[in-house]
């Protein structure tokens, strides 16, 4: 639909105005006639198109200035052009006024008009070449259909990166925390944004073309400007933060002016990641006299989403601390890596200071336009002795950070990002959820136990493309979804597995085995101190307490599995128990009886499992390889880990020590509808 203007005729004098191609002027030629005028007709320069509009019928005017129309109060004139102006107010429209008897005019108005463009061409919505260049989502332009965003293949709208990287390396902060380009991979890093005008050499006096964004937006998008283009390039910060509008000089011809768009902030709870950038054609009336806006035409960004990578991903960095007492399974964890087709990073004493929990620390993501994406590493509110080595170590040229820090709310265990998964791509009750969806463990219904803080949630929610699942946890010590689930690839096929802690497959598997005649098989054997108390599984077996303490765990695994099944689709086939035992500390919570076997790294079809130092029999661990009946089938190997006493002993296993950088998804995010 044409936008429409109204342009006030003065009888006796002479208005100028200037038409932007594409819109409809109307103009009232009854209440500009002077006193005793009954009729008018008509002249006009060629490039005009004039309209006589009387009781919502339009008749072309075709006779210049020979055909008389009664004034009446629903008789209107309707003006459009069909091209750019050469010069300032050539273009003219001419109404004469009669009484009654007169063949001479008794007065006359003139409208002088100067036709300009704004963005003469358009392009298809939502095009898409197979190479996946989308040119709608590419770049923003002030073109129709771009004031508004749409999800979809066939959506429409401008993406935006956060600038969350660090291309300069003496900025102590992301790209986004300043005013300023160091660089033109900083520019790199934003999305263009092009408007294009067409007129004369220059505008009648008073005009001035403005771009401006609202105060809500001005902390979430920058714009830049290059400055004497031909002399040494200089970008200057236009809108942003403080700016708020910025007047556009204009060059006169056929001009294309390039701004370029940074992000300044993820979608949040208060923030829907859309952002909104108008321009305006100013007309002047007299000094003194505030400017009024003509023409107004908006171009909407969304801000790309922060997304996690599943297991089923493949990997591409795995890291891992080091410590005085990991030798031994940062060895191990090496020789896995060595395996696959990724890089083992090593974070060092000097930076974990003492930490060796990097699952916790962060959690690795990344974010993309059609024209760039980067990985970006969200930093939990933990805060331990790691929190340096996200923005240390990480933060750097495209590589970016985020972060999210309660004001108020008391930071748990539950706010470390062990509690923190996404599952493989699933599609529920008919709807796709293609980047997979997000998994965080919260305390059980009614029970006002532990939860993840709010800004975290809120963050996640935000981002719309992985809709957060909220499991139950908080029944564990620790209280993270890692300790009792996990995603595992099938090598060579779209599908997965889940897998599960299951205390019923641990009482499942060791009667079998004391039927068999291994009711002494011994756990923990060659541990010293733990063999040394003799835990065979008749023992497990024979303790009551043991028994129903894991019966209750099962009964939490079994909550959330039946969340599971719902919110992914699962079914019964798509779910694999690993056999499991837990125990109840002091404040009837659960922490692994053995190592917890499910909190594996998963690396492609190499799995890096905790050993469980099960019951041996005939020599062999019967829950490794009970595990590997269970995996190797599906085209999965299976290396057990040593990390009892590096990690178990500290109520973590290989997952919560270990992270792993992976590829993004080939899916665009814009495609999918949330």
Not at 138 to 163: C, R
Request: charged residues 25%; proline residues 6%; aromatic residues 10%.
């Amino acid at each position: 639909m044409l936008r429409e203007r109204t342009v006030r005729l003065l009888y006796g004098s002479r208005v100028e105005a200037v038409y932007v191609l594409g819109t409809q002027l109307w103009t009232d030629v009854y209440s500009a006639a002077p006193a005793g005028a009954k009729t008018f007709s008509l002249k006009h320069s060629e490039g005009v198109k004039v309209e006589v509009v009387r009781d919502e019928e339009a008749e072309e005017v075709v006779t210049n200035g020979k055909q008389r129309w009664a004034l009446s109060p629903s008789t209107t004139l309707r003006l459009s052009m069909a091209q750019a102006s050469t010069e300032a107010s050539s273009d003219k429209v001419t109404v004469n006024y009669y009484d009654e008897e007169g063949s001479a005019p008794i007065d006359q108005a003139g409208l002088f008009l100067t036709a300009i463009v704004f963005l003469k061409e358009g392009m298809k919505k939502g095009l898409c070449t197979e190479q996946g260049s989308c040119p709608d989502r590419q770049k923003g332009s002030f073109k129709e259909g771009q004031a508004s965003w749409t999800w979809g293949p066939e959506g429409q709208g401008a993406i935006l990166l956060v600038n969350c990287d660090r291309d300069t390396p003496w900025l102590p902060k992301e790209d986004c925390s300043d005013e300023k380009v160091y660089s033109k991979q900083d520019l790199k890093d934003m999305s263009q944004m092009i408007l294009r005008t067409k007129g004369p050499d220059r505008l009648p006096a008073g005009y001035e073309i403005v771009l401006y964004i609202s105060m809500s937006d001005s902390d979430k998008v920058g714009v830049f400007y290059v400055e004497n283009p031909f002399f040494g390039e200089r970008y200057i910060h236009i809108l942003g933060r403080r700016k708020l509008y910025h007047v556009v000089k204009y060059t006169g011809g056929s001009a294309e002016l390039l701004f370029f768009v940074e992000g300044l902030r993820f979608p949040d709870e208060s923030f829907s990641g859309l952002v909104s950038i108008h321009v305006s054609l100013l007309e002047y009336m007299a000094e003194a006299i505030p400017l009024t806006p003509i023409f107004t035409d908006t171009v909407t960004f969304r801000i790309a989403p922060w997304i996690m990578t599943p297991n089923v991903l493949p990997p591409l960095s795995v890291f891992v601390c080091c410590m005085k007492d990991n030798y031994l399974f940062l060895k191990e964890v090496k020789n896995l890596v060595e395996k696959t087709n990724c890089e083992l990073k090593v974070c060092f004493q000097y930076m974990n200071r003492g930490d060796r929990w990097i699952q916790d620390e962060i959690e690795f993501g990344y974010i993309e336009a059609p024209h760039k994406g980067f990985p970006v590493v969200l930093d939990s509110p933990r805060d331990g002795s790691l929190k340096d080595f996200p923005i240390k170590q990480l933060l750097g040229p495209d590589f970016g950070y985020v972060t999210r820090e309660p004001l108020f709310e008391k930071v748990t265990s539950l706010d470390s990002f062990g509690n923190l998964e996404v599952s493989p791509p699933v599609t529920v009750n008919g709807k796709t959820y293609p980047l997979g969806r997000i998994l965080i463990g919260s305390s059980f219904p009614l029970s006002g136990g532990r939860r993840m803080t709010k800004v975290v949630r809120d963050f996640l929610q935000a981002q719309q493309v992985q809709a957060p699942v909220e499991l139950y946890s908080d029944w564990l010590t620790v209280g993270h979804v890692d300790e009792f689930m996990t995603f595992v690839p099938i090598p060579g096929t779209k599908e997965f597995r889940l897998l599960m802690a299951s205390t019923s497959a641990c009482y499942q598997l060791f009667p079998q085995k004391q039927k068999e005649g291994h009711g002494e098989a011994i756990m923990f054997k060659g541990l010293g101190g733990m063999s040394s108390k003799r835990i065979t599984i008749n023992k497990i077996l024979s303790n009551e307490s043991l028994t129903q303490e894991n019966q209750y765990f099962q009964r939490c695994l079994d909550w959330n599995r039946d969340i599971l099944k719902k919110e992914l689709a699962l079914t019964e086939k798509d779910i694999i128990d690993l056999p499991a035992l837990f125990k109840m500390d002091e404040d009837r919570q659960a922490r692994a009886f053995f190592p917890n076997m499910v909190n594996m790294i998963v690396l492609d079809k190499d799995l890096g499992i905790p050993k469980p130092f099960g019951p041996q029999v005939e020599e062999e661990c019967c829950l490794e390889t009970h595990v590997r009946s269970l995996l190797e089938p599906l085209g999965l190997a299976c290396t057990f880990i040593d990390d009892i006493s590096a990690y178990h002993k500290f109520l973590g296993e290989v997952h919560c020590g270990t992270n792993v950088r992976r590829k993004p998804f080939t899916f665009k995010w814009w495609h999918m509808v949330p």
